[in-house]
């Protein structure tokens, strides 16, 4: 019955190319969010670890700075990880973009959407990149080199998700038998 509502949700949906602006959104959140905590990290280590360390009893195993070194290096894996999440949304939008035919007339409707989600990604960038280069952010974008160069080129990953969807739908097209675009 569930499987039911999810075909008829996927075939009422009339064109993918607004995922993008989605990826484009989930990408520039997490950006900010996990500079931020990244720097609110940094900021609150040395009093957590120096309040933690004072209140616990002088014959504890348990060494509170090497917890919260490990805790540091946890929060810039998340960076490491930064490509995963983008390979992820791409295949995500790519998948269910391929599920459907759509109009010919959608292409020149996303052809406009592409006109307005890179100059969304240009702005995003813009945003991030001035964040980054704040003095507050500097250390915290230094210690993040993959999300920085991933949010610097983010209107190429979207024009790149474009194509994606473009191929996707012309491929969904071929295979649905419908004529070509």
Known sequence: MAIGKLRSLI???????????????VVFTIAIFM???VKSWSEM???LDEGLSNAMPDDSSVNVTTIL????????LFDKMFPFLLVG???????????YANHPIMLF??????????LLAVIYANIYNNIAESDE??????????QSAFMEYLPYFI????????????????GSGTSGL
């Open 45 to 47: 280590k040395t009093p």
């Open 109 to 118: 409707v996303g052809i406009f959407i592409l006109a307005i989600a890179i």
């Open 69 to 76: 070194n490990k805790t540091t290096n946890t929060t810039l």
């Open 159 to 174: 024009f790149v998700i474009f194509i994606l969807i473009t191929v996707a739908i012309i491929w969904a097209r071929k």
């Open 137 to 146: 952010f500097t250390t915290t974008n230094d210690n993040m080199p993959i």
């Open 11 to 25: 075939k009422s949906r009339k064109n993918g190319f607004e995922d993008a602006f989605f990826v484009l959104v």
């Open 35 to 37: 500079m931020v905590l």
């Open 89 to 99: 949304l791409i295949g995500f939008i790519f998948i269910v973009a391929s599920v």
